[in-house]
């Protein structure tokens, strides 16, 4: 029913390690509590085809194979050896495999360094040697590998079913438990997992891009602590999310928790909430919570995306119909309008107490023929307001509930919603209260491909991620194409000469950069002398004016008593520079003024800030957010790395929660999102122009209503020079 | 493990009729899709041993039991009649239960209030002849009922396990979803259900006080998707609550939701954010996603209440560690900071690499012995900075995992948990990655009283549930107690001239209210003739006042162009005075101007608002919130109902999401709380004394910082007088 929408191609030097030709076991061990001993059950028990070496100076044969004393002796040359001896040992190891032609090894002994300084030296010794001989390491203190297709098990777990979920967590309980979710969910399985440890050679993108180019993997899966290189990974994920779903929990949203996860890796979290903003910009799914990752990841790898967030509920009882409104809301989902005739078809199929608005209550209708409720999908699906079709009730149970003899009818309806799923284009979402007992008109939707989900909060969480998915391939045909704008002459002098004098732009260039690249700004006149107010007077008439000191020394205008605000008259504003001028040398006798800015008062509108800032983990980003306690206090903002499409400048605006002062508060008018759609677009280009830009902050941005001249006015604008190293 | 605080005397009429010495089933049926099947079966299979009565005039018996063409054909008096028959035949039927004395009735059929104007007047009807003749209805369009203690089974559900769990629930399917997870579970089982329907007669307060009762219901859960008497059920939920757990689902969170709600019962929604406000002031755990509902009955029936909510986490897994810290971060749970005995005791037991300090992470220590866990968590159980012990990840599993000779050695883990959880007054909550599968040791710790959860966020939710209860129960112990305000003749005589006059009380007759009664008010001079503002420009020197137009018909003073702010010198004054005077005649040629509040401007601070309200399901309810945008567009307010005791008082400051904003933002310094709480105190007490209050409004009130000498600075006060009906 879904479709993968295209194939990667086969870079990963992974593949011929994560399908080896023959495997390496060294420390294979004759105790079964030894993972030695595992690995090399997991290896015979799984069926592997290739060959198998253990390596142990003390056994002849391990578990009926020939043993070999060390990696020197072995007669083959196996791709990936499996290192379970302690770390101390694993430098010389890893020299030896490569001096053997092993192309990559499993390194699972800890003491590297997530424990500190001599850890660490003893990790970047490996890694010399890895380098050396062209070793690539997947660890160290990793819990291991498995590769189901190529029966490789490296973690000799039991119950494992092959399938198409490819998993790379930093946790292995964590992968213990989706294992044993699938077991009891009975369909799901997996393809590749991957524990990438301590990310000493191998990362995160480098795992992510060989479960994209992996053909045995329909959904990428992740637990994720912390990525090495977040920049990278989002290149690699809106790579892999363009042909496959890749679904990710990310770990340490909140303080409690980055500080929890800090003690026990070394990876470093970042910002919950800007990780969680990029890998969403970059197509992939994010969960909240851990109990949702397989749900997910086997609803996105089942089902059809949706091609818009309007789902249709088909209930058979009203009060879960209501639950199922309520989670829908709160996800960002809608019940669709349905078109009256879709209305007429479902009363015609229904008793009169149905209720055929949306959600649809067949209150009754179903209980002699519960393959109704098929019926009523498929008008549904039929519906051109509707995107996707949710199922909530009872379906699977009538023939335990009411009477044995509905079974056949239940069954028939099985098989009338698996043909539906082929049929439409739209995913087909089931929650029913009998999924946790399985009776066979269930087990039959789930073996044709369509999940039952026992908890209605699981299931829309799937209807919330088909969706998103769908949008985001939608806007993808949009491209995010790297922006024509060029530097100019002008600007390009702006940083030579502030670079010269080892200071950032003043605020009159940073807003003459903006200007000389079409980007409104207020006009305004730079006064180096008191008496140049009379003409800055006249010229501006009437209106009241802001006056501002232009000084590198003085950050905090505010503060320094460098602004005066509402100025009408050359003498108020002959008065207010004297002032600005003393209260700024009082504030800092050393610092040179470059004068005072005047510009007339901001018309009142809504207050929102854009920042743009150089991640260490992510580049480039770009923050947008409503002013004022919105963002001191609220957090209320949305964060995207640079370049942006018009489609991530639109959702920026989408996002803020806050959505209520856009669109206008006390009876005001909602604010002009092209215009601020327009100047997002216009710094992302402007960034991407000139990598001079280190920090670039406008705040406040006046956004005023859709009628207005100027859609917003830059009140402030300041860019941080980067300095060249 | 757990114990209940006590026990209600048995007032309840539904003991009687939910425990019957005799049942007739009216439309008893031989057709097995009939619900007069169903039920008979039920009673049958389900071992009632009282008599059963089936009615139906056209069979001599039914599944082997004698069968009466009418009710007043019945040879003895059942306690209760299942009604199966159509709507139409029902207010007949009750006439004739009545007659033959039987006492109550289960009305299965719909068609009533919940269909139109038609079916209320059926519904009235019914009603009429219950009140004549004394029988008590349950629905109609009930689900039905089950005592599974007493063998009363009229929904003929399969695999339903007798347990101590009662449940009262608007929804059929929510009903038969919970009694399939207990059926997965294994281990609970349910006391009493109750289908209320309409509640045309019984409703959600009395079947609640009936749970409260009965003796075979430990906890009592509800799915609610209205009230008919809201007030009644809180003062009836404080009384259950205070002797057992009291758990709510609320559906209607959304919009989206009521309306979904709304259009298929005829039950009132209600606001859902007051709504949960006032169930959890009155004790009830409210549960925000219904897969939540049976994981959070089984803990709080199981487990011991949480003395507060710091809690001990010990992992056998990082990445775990980090998700349980996260959730409890979110949850509003805090990680113990554990004493350094407690952590030199877990350096002893644990493995250097293991991390003691809170999560506690074993890091491999207990791969060769998993019983170490339950020693770890007897170690952090007697620290007395922790109030419970979260046990989070692969016990139960060791055998499966790493070798089966461990066993053994779990199996004596699970029974230290067991003497553990006799031993502590601490609640231990159980999360394994194993639970779907249930190995030994994992049922023995269920068989054996501790719940073993198989997610982490539904064990986080029993973790809060039990912090919660247990702050409420402590707080308990400070009693609510009616206000000892008595009105003042004074204050008596406002609400006396406000009445005659038919109005409500003006602005500052309000805070004159206020004042009267020790609630500190600014200093302020009423103003009726311009020729007054001399005196009063003297009186207050030099501080900047406010002036603000005093009159019946301006409800929005600003608007009216009523308010004039920073006035200085009787020259501003005087000024002021004929503007607002002139507006006001502008705005409101027919308004009679009392005159003109004069006041010194306020110090700046944090704005507040308080109001009350006398809501139609709630009766009277008192609301805090931040003031501007926080309550404009944020809605991050708190409600509690009237009167309130110390306890609610300090929970809904301490409820505002915004804490950063009361804590202080850019460098200010944190408001006074205990000032607020005096004066949300002083306004309960204030709004019992004075039953005259229909509404009052605080807004804003200004919050000022600890070391303030006011507290906070009432800016305007709006009480509306209660008419006499």
Redesign the interface.
């Known amino acids: 029913m879904q479709s993968i929408e295209g194939h990667l191609p086969l870079l990963s030097p992974l593949h011929a390690v994560l399908a080896p030709t023959g495997i390496a076991v060294v420390g294979a061990s004759a105790d079964?509590?030894k993972r030695g001993y595992k690995a090399m059950l997991g290896l015979i028990k799984g069926g592997y085809r290739g060959d198998i070496y253990p390596v142990n100076p003390k056994a002849a044969s391990i578990l009926g194979v020939n043993a070999w004393p060390s990696i020197t002796d072995i007669p083959g040359t196996p791709a990936l050896a499996l290192i379970c001896t302690p770390a101390a040992t694993v430098p010389g190891l890893i020299a030896e495999c490569g001096r053997r032609g092993i192309k990559g090894a499993v390194v699972l002994a800890?003491?590297f360094a997530e424990?500190g300084e001599a850890g660490a030296a003893l990790e970047a010794q490996m890694m010399k040697n890895a380098r050396a001989h062209g070793v690539r390491i997947i660890g160290p203190n990793t819990s291991g590998v498995f590769n189901l297709h190529h029966h490789v098990n490296l973690l000799a777990?039991?119950n494992l079913k092959p399938g198409d979920i490819g998993i790379v967590?930093?946790?292995?309980?964590?992968l213990?438990?989706l294992a044993?979710?699938a077991?009891?969910n009975g369909q799901v399985g997996f393809s590749t997992y991957i524990g990438p440890g301590n990310q000493a050679d191998i990362g995160f993108n480098d795992y992510l891009r060989y479960l994209g180019e992996d053909e045995q993997t329909r959904v990428a899966t992740l637990?994720v602590?912390g990525f090495r290189d977040g920049r990278k990974f989002l290149d690699v994920a809106r790579e892999v999310t363009a042909m496959k779903p890749v679904v990710v929990y990310k770990?340490?949203?909140?303080?409690?928790?980055q500080?929890?996860?800090s003690?026990?890796?070394g990876a470093l979290a970042g910002s919950y909430q800007m990780t969680v903003d990029l890998l969403r910009q970059a197509g992939v799914s994010v969960v909240q919570?851990?109990?949702e990752i397989l749900p997910v990841a086997e609803g996105l790898g089942r089902l059809q995306k949706a091609a818009g967030k309007r789902v249709a509920v088909i209930a058979?009882?009203?009060?879960?119909?209501?639950?199922?409104?309520?989670?829908?809301?709160?996800a960002g989902l809608?019940?669709a309008t349905l078109a009256s005739d879709t209305q007429a078809k479902l009363d015609a199929l229904l008793l009169p107490?149905a209720?055929t608005?949306n959600?649809v209550?067949v209150?009754g209708s179903s209980d002699?023929n519960p393959s109704l409720l098929a019926q009523c999908m498929a008008v549904v699906a039929d519906d051109a307001n509707v995107d996707s079709v949710f199922l909530v009730?009872?379906f699977g149970?009538y023939s335990?509930?009411?009477?044995e003899?509905l079974l056949g009818d239940e069954m028939r309806g099985a098989e009338a919603m698996v043909e539906l799923a082929h049929a439409t284009r739209k995913p087909l979402v089931i929650y029913s209260?009998?999924a946790?007992?399985k009776p066979p008109p269930l087990r039959r939707l789930h073996e044709a491909g369509l999940p039952v989900y026992?908890?209605?909060?699981?299931a829309v969480r799937v209807l919330a991620a088909l969706g998103e998915r769908g949008e985001y391939l939608a806007n993808q045909a949009a491209q995010r194409t790297k922006t024509p704008m060029q530097p100019s002459v002008n600007g390009k002098a702006l940083f030579v000469n502030a670079k010269a004098e080892g200071r950032d732009l003043l605020e009159f260039e940073a807003k003459a950069l903006l200007a000389e690249h079409g980007i409104h700004v207020p006009d305004e006149r730079l006064v180096r002398n008191i008496d140049e107010l009379g003409a800055v007077a006249a010229e501006f008439a009437d209106r009241p004016l802001a006056m501002k000191v232009v000084s590198q020394a003085i950050l905090h205008k505010s503060d320094a008593g460098g602004v005066k605000l509402n100025l009408v008259g050359e003498a108020a504003l002959r008065e207010a520079y004297q002032s600005i001028v003393a209260s700024s040398h009082a504030y800092d006798p050393t610092a040179t003024l470059e004068g005072v800015l005047v510009t007339p008062m901001a018309e009142k509108g809504v207050e929102v800030i854009i920042g743009m800032l150089r991640d260490p983990m992510f580049g480039p980003v770009l923050m947008f957010g409503l002013g004022?306690?919105?963002v001191?206090?609220?957090e209320d903002v949305a964060f995207r790395s640079l370049p942006i499409t018009r489609a991530d400048a639109e959702s920026m605006v989408k996002q803020i929660k806050?959505q209520?002062?856009l669109e206008g508060?006390?009876g005001g008018q909602g604010v002009d999102r092209q215009a601020l759609v327009s100047l997002l677009m216009g710094i992302s280009q402007l960034v991407d122009a000139y990598p001079s830009i280190r920090e670039l902050d406008l705040n406040p941005v006046i956004a005023y209503p859709e009628n207005h001249s100027l859609g917003y006015a830059i009140v402030d604008a300041r860019i941080i020079v980067e300095r060249d190293q």
């Not at 335990?400 to 009477?403: G, N």
């Open positions: 079964p509590t800890s003491g424990t777990l039991e967590s930093q946790s292995g309980n964590m213990l438990s044993l979710e077991q009891y637990y602590e770990s340490g949203s909140t303080e409690q928790g500080k929890a996860a003690s026990h890796t919570y851990s109990d058979d009882g009203g009060g879960q119909a209501t639950i199922a409104a309520d989670r829908l809301a709160e809608t019940l107490q209720s608005l959600p209550d209150a002699a009730g009872m149970g335990l509930r009411f009477a003899s209260l009998y946790p007992i026992a908890s209605i909060e699981h004022g306690v919105f001191e206090v609220l806050a209520k002062v508060v006390r």
